[in-house]
């Protein structure tokens, strides 16, 4: 049963539905003229992979549309999930020079997109593996830095077994994307299309420190990557935290991806439930829409903050809101009240700032609701890691992203390298890859 | 409101835009309702002697850009494939109908008097304004010994135009090829054959595209194709270019010319009426956006006049011509350079690499505050404007005149020529 919202809103999202539609080829075309092909273009720039955007893009105009994909492809493995999931309005669109003269970039995502999706509606693989290295690397998590380093490394002739803890690879494309982002199972297509380039070997069901110790993993292989994610839950440390309603919201978005169901009932018996969400991250804003999605009839949002200083960007912030979301700020939750051992609501105290200090006013609101949904971020779990530099409870890594062991390389999530975003992953996994070969042959 | 009224060879119009003599004017249907678009006259597509020719199926070809605007348009269609007697009837329904507009003729024969006079003699009756000889089209009928088949040989030129003068009382217009080395022979030659005015140009040879799949150039008839004739955007330089040959060479001057080729906007016309055009002729753009367009051209000429305090067409017609110069005749001693607004920049580098990759390396780029700054090197700037037609922004690249203070110096009289020509007292 859908949300009595639902019918409210002709745009209303669904979990099956594209939020942004695809390009036609006409559209791409109009698109992709209005490029300026600027030299040491701004858009690459702001890239984490530093796509060559604007040749990219001459390449659709001139119709060698699989010659754009390679090139998307060649820096970002994983273009066809950045074209969806991308926050491009604060990257690449953002630095687009259109902007300037008349304040509406050339939709350079959705031209991704447009690309890719005939390259693999084509079912070309357009990478040749090198020559092969007789070399063995362990890849821990099969996420997008996981994936993109399996891939680069294959693709310099070594030999790659990816070891990921879940039932399938993809890590967050997989089961923390909003579903509207990633229609028609697109993560594991992209996962197949990665994976067919050969030398590429994946065992599911696979963590590390349960199923098998870093220790071993060096003493098996040539080298080890780390693209663990951040599988730890930050918790929000008030009372009524375990009622029956409250769940973490990375839970519920894994387990609407998989098409199971959540953890928390989201449909009610009459219009749906009411649902806060606890946080003002682009994980908050996922969970808060796929909630209405999914059935709920009201879901709040709230931070203990501005939205200036929400991790989700003004886009993502506006698209909650049109969803029908309600964002409220500056309440930070004090005690999650129960009725019957299940939620009946959530008590958040009114924040300002003093002196440049977050600080409680003493006041209290109440929200009455069904659901509580923390959106507070996540952590790196340290099982497994043994012997391992950590810093600022991520791993330390230097600029070759080499962590305190030989031979060890970690990216992604699980350092602090950037946006902890799809992109800035697959970007780490490429550099760590490279620098693996580099030891490799050292 | 400006005074659009013209007249060329004595004929009238009440404003300067004609159809050329092409597909939109094949027809009563397509020029009724040309006029009641506002088009001031119209060029019937060329008669011929019956029995009619028979086209081809697929007939265009295009040079599109990449938002598929029409940059370059090409044809292989022949002239009128319909009965003479039928145009010959709608010709003189149409022009009883529109008596204030200027109908002329298109026509086209075979080399001999009794063709050419022959037609001229059937089209007067109905009441035309004028007739132009096509001595321009490149395909098909040039085959034939017809077309630019005459148009090219300045002896032929001369004849017909003869031939058709002695044979009618109507103004004849000849209508010139752009296909030759040197577009002065063949307008000298019709006016010595007693033309009352020449129209230009016609269609250029041309493949428009080749088909890749098929291998073949388009349009395709099945599997082959021909050189067409190309018109559109893309050749008005070389239109603009011819007209002001004629304009401005001693034997064809005060010659009344209607102008043509890639004409699609006001802005286009007022060009060609500024190198001494009379009228001027639009096909590509009515093709491409229908009759509509006209009312812009209308309005836009008009209000264009207004701002700068023209009342008649006479009043900025022919007004370039005496800046069109020879090469020999520039003064070297100009210098321009370029700026650029560092305001209305956008950041996007083309300039630059433009400059670099290709000419003089004379802008560089410095650390901005929060985008790059380009920055013109005066010394390097030979005032090329290769910068200020690849940027983006208008008005952000402009050309600025130097001061040098040196007098206006042609080459013959420079130092540097080595056949320089010295002036009689620095001689001696």
Partial sequence: MSGVNGAAHSNQLSLDRDLVSPFTALQAMAESSRCLYCYEAACVTACPTAIDIPGFIRKIGTGNVKGAARTILDANIMGGTCARACPTEVLCEQACVRNKAEAEPVLIGRLQRYATDVLFKAGVQPFTRQAPTGKHVAVVGGGPAGLACAHRLALLGHEVTVFEARAKAGGLNEYGLAAYKMVDDFAQREVDFILSLGGITVKTGVALGRDVTLAQLRQDHDAVFLGLGLAGINTLGVAGENLAGVADAVDVIAALRQRAAPPVALAGPLAGRRVVVIGGGNTAVDAAIQSLCAGAAEVTMAYRRGTAEMGATGHEQDLARTQGVVLRTWLAPREILGAGGAVSGVVLERMAMDAGRLVGTGETVTIPCDVVLKAVGQKLTPGGLDGLALAGGRIQVDETLATSLPGVYAGGDCIKSGEDLTVQSVADGKAAAFAIDAYLKA | ?428
């Avoid at chain 2, 753009?285 to 209308?298: C, L, N, P, Q, W």
């Fill in chain 2, 1 to 428: 409101m400006a005074d659009l009224r013209g007249t060329i060879a004595g004929i009238k119009s009440p404003n300067p835009f004609w159809l050329a003599s092409a597909p939109p004017t094949d027809k009563e249907y397509n020029i009724v309702r040309a006029f009641k678009a506002g088009w001031g006259g119209v060029v019937w597509k060329t008669l011929g002697e019956d029995p009619p020719v028979v086209n081809v199926s697929s007939r265009y070809g295009a040079l599109l850009d990449s938002n598929r605007t029409m940059i370059g348009f090409n044809n292989i269609e022949l002239i009128t494939d319909r009965p003479l007697e039928v145009n010959l009837r709608e010709i003189a329904a149409v022009k009883k109908a529109w008596p204030d507009r200027a109908v002329v003729v298109s026509l086209m024969a075979v080399m001999t008097e009794e063709a050419w006079a022959g037609l001229a003699r059937r089209i007067e009756p109905t009441g035309a304004d004028g007739l132009e000889l096509n001595f321009g089209c490149p395909h098909g009928m040039c085959e034939r010994g017809m077309g630019s088949a005459i148009g090219q040989v300045p002896e032929m030129v001369e004849q017909v135009t003869r031939w058709v003068k002695n044979a009618t009382r109507l103004p004849v217009i000849v209508k010139l090829t752009p296909n030759i080395t040197n577009v002065l022979w063949s307008a000298e030659a019709a006016k010595r054959g007693g033309a009352d005015a020449v129209s230009l140009i016609n269609t250029i040879n041309s493949i428009a595209s080749i088909d890749l799949d098929a291998m073949a150039p388009t349009p395709t008839v099945g599997g082959k194709g021909t050189h067409g004739g190309y018109c559109g955007p893309a050749v008005k330089p070389i239109a603009l270019n011819m007209v002001a040959e004629i304009a401005r060479n001693p034997d064809t001057r005060g010659l009344p010319i209607s102008g043509i080729g890639g004409i699609g906007t006001w802005r286009d016309a007022a060009e060609f009426l500024a190198l001494g055009c009379g009228s001027v002729q639009v096909c590509t753009a009515a093709m491409t956006y229908g009759f509509r367009i006209v009312e812009d051209m209308i309005d836009g000429l008009s209000a264009w006049m207004d701002e700068k305090g023209y009342r008649t067409l006479a009043d900025f017609q022919g007004r370039a011509v005496p800046n069109v110069v020879n090469w020999n005749d520039l003064n070297m001693n100009f210098v321009t350079k370029a700026k650029i607004d560092q305001d209305l920049c956008i950041d996007c580098g083309r300039c630059h690499i433009a400059c670099e990759d290709t000419s003089h390396q004379a802008i560089r780029i410095l650390p901005g505050d929060g985008k790059r700054l380009f920055e013109v090197v005066d010394e390097e700037c030979v005032g090329c404007n290769l910068c200020a037609h690849v940027c983006p922004v208008p008005d952000c690249i402009t050309m600025h005149e130097q001061e040098t203070g040196r007098p206006y110096l042609t080459w013959p009289e420079h130092p540097q020529n080595p056949a320089r020509v010295l002036p009689p007292k620095a001689a001696e």
